[in-house]
């Protein structure tokens, strides 16, 4: 099991949001977590990856057996754990390239490889911009500084690219994006779809999983899963709305 | 959060890495200050009548004036009768003609601070005027940039050797009755620095100056003084370290600089003084006066600052654009943490046709520190086309420290642009998360982040000295997020 959630409980400033969120995920799948506005789905996103305003208040998590929870956010990146964030902060006058390599070394490091120098590097990260078309002006540019949207959304995919993580978890990120964009995304997000990894997508929108078919859905709402299923429990929920799963719990 | 929080104070608590004390024998004065000190300090040096007259002209206008208060900054009163107005190392009768006459404990500790004299100087391509205290130790690089015609020395050789330039322009930029430190500096100023770019001469060198506090109680008054002749340029770099000492230090300079017909002057400051401990006890009273004065046409005057130390740090640099088409710069970094008070700035006077004038400052405050930039951009009726731009930023760390910022504008012709841009931020907590997201430590994370905000400043500094500038910095914030 790479990812195991049990009773996950936790409050933001005060409030409870998440109130008891199971879930397993084995490396090779995919997942999507879907829900109405909110209902948790990012609160999860950002507990997974450590931000410390999120209080955990019960429950566990594992990540390949470990104890998830324990570790601070920068152990959980370099153990295999990337969040693509829904709002991806600017960092003015940090250079993309700088950022990206260094993240990328503070990983080897931990995992007892040696560093990656600045030409090698460099050919790593032309290679995967090419996948995600992204144009050479990017490598001069500070982090998201000044980006559209849908740069922002493209950037985060790239930097998941070069780290390699064992566990994606994207928040959100079709939203804000074109058509074309959504399918640039989605070949970069299916380019790491690999028996020893797992992606959890966070979402809106039914649109996505036309491009990156999940294995499993879930419908997270009122902090707790109340639904999972196949690829068809989207298509429903996209016809019936989210009244129906939340109907279906009260019933 | 707590843990956090506790690395964040452990980092912040690190030792003043240059606070040691050299043990030479001084030959001091005692503290105190009237007319016979002034007139004492005047003949130790042998000056001319003029200079004597000059300092005792200051000394009693200075009687007559009160020490500012508008200042955003709070201290205990200062004692002007308990600080040593002139203190120097105990030499061989005269001055020393090379290093080898140097006596090796000062070479020591100028080892110690890392200064790039003797062969390191050679190799950086840096002529390096030493202040120990009050008199100038060693001038390096001398032959060479006396070949080009510079003079490169200290003020107190200027007076011997050119005493009818030191005359001419003397307190014509920053005049003796200027402001109480101005003032102050002007009857007591032990040395400094001295530069004379003749017309036509690109200065084939970075000069570079490193000052020095030693002597317990001493206070340091430093005058410099550059003159770029007609079409001349100069780039100048001062640096600043000062030991460990419990109680307060005084340090009032004076910085004046002339730029004639299209001459440029770049003056590039990084500056260490000893901050004073985490309960903010200690540290320097930096009150600087320095101001350049566009003379000429088509000059431009450029001044970068690096601030990380200092107890107290009061200094604007300033232009003052009398020649048409002039340019003024100010770009500045200004790092406050634990309990040090900043508040620095520029003036920039419009006076010429067409004068123009950048000002960037970058404000990083944190743990109790309080941050300030106070400007003035001020049009005469005269400047038909000034242009100005300002661009203030401030970056706060953790709950307890502060920013403020006091633009003032002056516009008195109409034709005049004047943009201001400004922004206060906290160093985001969005930010260090994406960074700890991919796996970068905190301490890292918060580096790149402040190397970022303080980007356009760093590009401002020689190359050389841009790399110091960063690692100072690091030094003093490291982790400094609350």
Redesign the interface.
Known sequence: MLLKISNLKARVAGKDILKGVDLEVKAGEVHAIMGPNGSGKSTLAQVL?????YEVTGGTVTFEGRDLLSL???E???AGL??G?QY??E????NNV???K??LN??RK?AGLPEVDAYDFLALIKQKMKVMQMSESFLTR??NEGFSGGEKKRNEVL?MLV?EPKLAILDETDSGLDIDALKIVSMGVNSLRDPARAVVLVTHYQRLLDYIVPDFVHVLSGGRILKSGDRSLALELEKRGYDWVQGAEVA | ?SS?TQDVEALLNQKYRHGFITDIESDSLPPGLDEDVVTAISRKKNEPRFLLDWRLQAFRHWQTMTEPSWAHVHYKPIDYQDIVYYSAPRAPANAPKSLDEVDPKLLATYAKLGIPLHERARLAGVAVDAVFDSVSVATTFKDKLGKAGVIFCSFSDAVRNHPELVERYLGTVVPTGDNFFAALNSAVFSDGSFVYVPPGVRCPMELSTYFRINAAKTGQFERTLIIAAEGASVSYLEGCTAPMRDENQLHAAVVELVALDDARIKYSTVQNWYPGDENGRGGIFNFVTKRGECRGRNSKISWTQVETGSAITWKYPSCVLKGDDSVGEFYSVAVANNYQQADTGTKMIHIGRNTKSTIVSKGISAGHASNVYRGLVKILPSAEGARNFTQCDSLLMGPSCGAHTFPYMEVKNPTATVEHEASTSKI????L??????????E?AVN??V??????VFKELPMEFAVEAQNLLSVSLEGAVG
């Open positions: 990856a450590g931000r410390q305003d601070p956010a920068e959980r990146a370099r990337f969040l964030f991806p902060v960092i003015p006058g940090v700088y950022l990206l260094a993240a503070a990983k931990t500070g982090v930097q780290l | 959060m956090k985001g907590e969005d930010q998360f994406y960074c700890l997201q991919r796996g970068i430590s905190a890292d790149m982040i190397s970022g905000f303080c980007k356009v």
